[in-house]
């Protein structure tokens, strides 16, 4: 047997006397076997991830929100509703320590100020940890608690972050905030989804459902229109793509279709073509000085822009540019280095080198849309709650039962 998924055999002799046509019917097996092995997959995962994900549910639950508002930054130019952070690679010049900071590519600067950062991923993780509790068991008492802190987060005008990141990854004596900033909301991204997963519940009240909407719209507006979204927009490296995934992400859950389809048509004429080798490979990434992890931050959002906008008419899985590149063939040439890092032909990353991979969420969605068994044994097989600061920082999916 191959290492793809061992699908259920169909009776095709009566298929075919109903279809009539063999190009219908190998399309109909197609979709059928693709079915059959994401009910397989997503069983497997919600059986691993269970017990850990009531776990979480039960810390969560626990725990009061905790805002921007609690913290602030004396560097900030915002004001204490602004999301303010600084650049990871940038440290005080040696030779003027009190002028403006110097980049180091790949290092981080262990005292820049991170609260606000470090808050909101605090933040996925409970709305993350209690859409999945409520996913698996269905008690809206999840739901009660998750609202309390959705509430706090973008409707109570007390504690309430403003729907924009002009504050984001600022440099001391250089920048106020930078468009390369706007990849920390990342971490917004399981919070749409744990709306999405638990919006048509009777404990969420209709009057905070519109308003956290309203916020989310807001932002997209913003990452539009703003100088830094602009910039981000167009970036050519993982900076481009992971805006385009947090766009997707929050246009999903307001139901912005025009949106939704310019993204489509990015995936297909931009990042495709303009980022992936022939190889399948990330050139842009793999010149940085942490080419491992920035190759894997790269597919990652490559595949959630897959799982997030495909549709049955229109299905990124299977879209290929015409010269042959493809989110297959991404998955393809990064799979052996998963597998083996010691096959990893580059030199190691300069930093977190040791802490690469985790059960990286292109794994999982990988397997589950293509059958590969093998790439779904990899990811259970590898940490599931990583702890690491830097890993979770560029991981965009932690909870991925959510998106299943």
């Not at 002028?99 to 180091?104: E, F, N």
């Not at 519109?210 to 539009?224: G, H, R, S, V």
């Not at 490296?237 to 139901?255: C, E, I, P, R, Y």
């Not at 709650?385 to 965009?396: A, H, Y």
Request: glycine share 6%.
């Amino acid at each position: 047997m191959s290492g793809k998924f061992d699908m259920k055999i169909i009776n095709t002799q009566k298929v075919f006397k109903m279809i009539k046509r063999p190009f219908i019917l190998l399309f109909f097996i197609g979709l059928t076997n693709i079915a059959l092995a994401q009910q397989h997959f997503k069983a497997q995962a919600t059986a691993i991830l269970k017990a850990q994900v009531l776990k979480e549910a039960t810390w969560a639950m626990q725990q009061k929100p905790v805002t921007v508002t609690a913290e602030r930054s004396a560097r900030s130019a915002g004001g204490k509703h602004d999301f303010f952070s600084e650049g990871d690679y940038w440290w005080p010049n040696p030779a003027n320590p009190n002028g403006p900071y110097v980049t180091r590519d790949g290092e981080t600067n262990p005292d820049n100020f991170v609260a606000h950062r470090y808050a909101m991923i605090r933040f996925s993780e409970i709305i993350g940890a209690l859409a999945s509790a409520y996913k698996i068991t269905g008690d809206e008492k999840y739901i009660k608690h998750a609202v309390m802190h959705l509430k706090a987060w973008f409707v109570d005008t007390a504690t309430l972050m403003n729907p924009n990141l002009t504050y984001a990854q600022a440099v001391k004596g250089l920048y106020i905030g930078r468009s390369w900033g706007i990849i920390d909301t990342i971490h917004l991204m399981e919070v749409a989804q744990g709306i999405m997963v638990m919006e048509k519940s009777k404990s969420f009240d209709k009057a905070s459902l519109t308003a956290i909407k309203k916020w989310f719209a807001e932002y997209i507006l913003w990452l539009n229109t703003s100088k830094n979204g602009i910039a981000e927009k167009n970036a050519k490296n993982n900076h481009g793509t992971t805006w385009a995934m947090q766009v997707a992400s929050f246009a999903k859950l307001v139901d912005d279709q025009p949106m939704l389809d310019s993204l489509k048509m990015r995936y297909k004429n931009v990042f495709l073509p303009n980022q992936m080798a022939a190889d399948g490979g990330f050139p842009l990434e793999l010149a940085r000085t942490k080419p491992y992890g920035y190759s894997i931050f790269n597919l990652d959002a490559m595949v959630m822009l897959c799982q997030i906008l495909s549709t049955p008419k229109d299905n990124l899985w299977i879209y290929q540019t015409p010269d042959g590149k493809s989110i297959k063939k991404g998955l393809d040439y990064l799979y052996p280095y998963i597998a083996d890092k010691s096959k990893w032909p580059l030199k190691p990353d300069v930093m977190f080198w040791e802490n690469w991979p985790v059960a990286q969420p292109f794994l999982l969605f990988g397997a589950n849309y293509y059958g590969e068994q093998k790439w779904f044994n990899t990811w259970k097989s590898l940490d599931l709650k990583p702890s690491n600061e830097e890993v979770i920082r560029n991981l965009p999916v932690r909870h991925p039962l959510i998106w299943l």
